[in-house]
């Protein structure tokens, strides 16, 4: 079992950063793939980033690659999502997902732990 808390959410402006956090509880963490998913209003919810156990692969969609940097610290059991040269295109309920392998892939079905999410607004 991993529960997962998101934190960072807030408003900033176009071309502003915003870092985004997600704490998981469970033993499990350090050995699981973790991911970032977005939802916006009216749309479905697509995948962001995914890193794997250690830290060594990461994986973006398209939209953000170059903007958006995955990272994590397996001894604090937290991931996190920098985001800088924000868009009002990125503006969601940004999410954080935990995989059942060492690392899972851009398939929400892939993830089985996710967060109640944080809104992230960007003002043009």
């Known amino acids: 079992q991993v529960q997962l808390v998101e934190s960072g959410g807030g408003l900033v402006q176009a071309g502003g950063s915003l870092r985004l956090s997600c704490a998981a509880s469970?033993?499990?963490?350090?050995?699981?793939?973790m991911a970032w998913f977005r939802q916006a209003p009216g749309k479905e919810r697509e995948f962001v980033a995914a890193i794997s156990w250690g830290g060594g692969r990461t994986h973006y969609a398209d939209s953000v690659k170059g903007r958006f940097t995955i990272s994590r610290d397996n001894a604090k059991n937290t991931v996190y999502l920098q985001m800088n040269s924000l868009k009002p295109e990125d503006t969601a309920v940004y999410y954080c997902a935990a995989g059942r392998f060492g690392y899972s892939g851009s398939s929400a079905n892939e993830y089985d732990y996710w967060g109640q999410g944080t809104q992230v607004t960007v003002s043009s």
């Open positions: 469970g033993r499990t963490f350090s050995s699981i793939g």
